[in-house]
């Protein structure tokens, strides 16, 4: 009996083995769909800090009741949400732009100085609301270096005037006894704050804009204001507002050449914005925007590289995407109506694959993308959500921390090939791809999203000179369900997963298979 039994069960065993030879002999003959080869000496440029930045407007409850919540018990002496400092911390943002976006263009800073109680309120008529100005230049500039964020302060080029612009400079960044240098003494800040990065205005090519003007209007002031400001502090880099609006009939290659004409001798960046959304429901061509945002790119490097032909002087200038998110639930209409709203997205898991989205395209071009702000840090379409009593990180958080780890990395030109689908006429790759190398622990970082919402999608990897890693460590953020979010009650539904797993060398490289709608983050240490 007990032979029977053994001869059964070997007969058994040979052939579940004979099915699984055969299946693992067929999946290795069916060819990848995809393949994604690096080669280190590839590089496309630095991977700059400042592409993880953030943005904190007076908006809704960004600063009031979110960065800042004076007589909170869970606020410092300073009256900063302590919880919100660790939160900020741990995403390790790099610089953070204040404080518009559109408030800035009807803001005065002076407003914002000085005893809190002498302050004035003043209506926000960017956003239909009350400006306390219990949060002002000193009180951000604190912050940043609380946070550990370098400040990026966009000036008033709305409604504001040139001298307002240059004082501000004096005030945070003299190092003499002039009167805004002393002013600042006067209100607890002996040494200069050095603010490095000033905005040129905010979205002036939008009719929503207090102050907009036309190209030409607004270079002029620009050029004026730059010259000012740098008299007050030579050192300084400038970013040109440049165009926040690419609806279809609107002349943005045009405002943008315009400004670049006028200000080429004397800006350093030149700031772009772009909001996407899921409008339509179609998860596909949600993600394929990453296109639209790969060929604008392509498009203000072109113009940027035209307008340095006429450079007085070589001066570098480069693109700053300090306005980006997912922004659609909670938008348009009237400024006041959206203001309302208080812009307060709830971000789901498809959102998170933005992100990725967004990156690998500015990872892409390195070498002309070196500023990156997302909009915006707290409670306003933000990665970071409070109530009086805690708060929870949204779904889009932890994308963020991921790849600013990469931050200093040499990105590298990568070759793909993926499975296409149809975007808008254009064939759009399945698999969206980055990649970064870090030659001093040698390692290499791919970026990979997978925006099939079906199809899974395997793709040979291989680097040049043929060097295949023993193991790799995954980081993965894929949801069944895209739609689902974090809340206050359960802030760990939709995270991502990490492990580490052993490489079956196949040829020149190694198979990995990416999961439908999923965002991997494969780092290969190459020895
Ligand atoms: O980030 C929200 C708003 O979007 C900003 O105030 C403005 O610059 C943009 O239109």
């Known amino acids: 009996m007990s032979s029977k039994v053994n001869r059964g069960s070997w007969r058994c065993f040979a052939r579940l083995a004979a099915a699984l030879a055969a299946a693992a002999l067929a999946s290795a003959q069916a060819p990848p769909e995809a393949r994604i080869k690096i080669d280190t000496e590839r590089v496309v440029g630095q991977v700059d800090a400042r592409l993880f930045g953030n943005f904190a407007e007076h908006l809704g409850r960004c600063i009031y009741g979110g960065i800042y919540d004076e007589g909170s018990p869970l606020a410092d002496a300073d009256g900063f949400r302590k919880d919100v400092i660790d939160a900020v911390k741990g995403l390790n943002v790099s610089l953070l732009r204040w404080p518009g976006g559109n408030f800035v263009s009807g803001y005065h800073w002076e407003d914002g100085i000085g005893p809190r109680e002498k302050r004035p309120v003043r209506r926000d008529d960017a956003w239909g609301a009350l400006e306390s100005n219990r949060f002002g230049t000193d009180e951000f500039l604190r912050y940043c270096e609380r946070v550990g964020a370098e400040p990026y302060v966009c000036i008033n080029a709305g409604l504001g005037t040139i001298e307002e612009a240059r004082h501000w400079v004096e005030y945070c960044n003299e190092a003499d006894h002039t009167y805004y240098a002393d002013l600042r003494r006067a209100n607890g800040r002996d040494k200069p704050w050095n603010v490095k990065i000033w905005g040129l205005g905010n979205e002036i090519d939008g009719p929503w804009q207090l102050g907009h003007r036309n190209a030409e209007d607004y270079a002029k002031f620009a050029l004026e204001a730059a010259k000012a400001m740098r008299r007050a502090d030579d050192s300084i880099k400038l970013i040109a507002s440049g165009s926040s609006n690419f609806s279809p009939g609107y002349d943005w290659i045009g405002w943008n050449r315009t400004v670049l004409d006028y200000l080429k001798n004397d800006i350093d960046y030149l700031s772009l914005h772009t909001y996407i959304g899921n409008r339509d429901n179609n998860f596909e061509k949600f993600l394929a925007a990453g296109s639209d945002i790969d060929r604008r790119i392509a498009i203000v490097d072109g113009l ?136 001093k622990s040698r390692r290499a970082f791919l970026n990979v999203l997978n925006r099939s919402s079906k199809l899974d999608i395997a793709a040979r990897i291989a680097s040049a000179g043929g060097k295949v890693p023993s193991e790799i460590a995954v980081w993965e953020m894929n949801h069944p369900d895209l739609k689902a979010v974090n809340t206050f009650e359960d802030d760990k539904k939709v995270r991502p997963t990490t492990r580490t797993i052993a490489v079956i060398p196949t040829g020149d490289g190694f198979v990995y298979k990416f999961p439908a709608h999923s965002l991997t983050i494969l780092t290969l240490k190459l020895e």
Do not use: H
């Open 304 to 439: 940027i590289k035209a307008a340095r032909e006429g450079q007085t002087a070589r001066r570098p200038i480069y693109i700053a995407f300090d306005e980006w998110n997912v922004w659609y639930r909670t938008c348009c209409g009237t400024e006041f109506e959206t203001g309302r709203k208080g812009l307060e997205e709830r971000y789901n898991a498809e959102d998170a694959l933005a992100m990725g989205m967004f990156l690998n395209s500015f990872i892409r071009r390195a070498d002309v993308v070196k500023v990156a702000n997302l909009a915006q840090l707290v409670n306003v379409i933000a990665p970071i959500v409070t109530s009086k009593n805690g708060l929870f990180l949204q779904t889009i958080y932890w994308p963020l921390v991921e790849y600013g780890k990469q931050r200093g990395n040499q990105s590298l030109d990568a070759l793909v090939t993926s499975p296409t689908y149809d975007y808008d006429g254009r064939q759009v790759g399945y698999l969206d791809v980055s990649a970064t190398w870090d030659e």
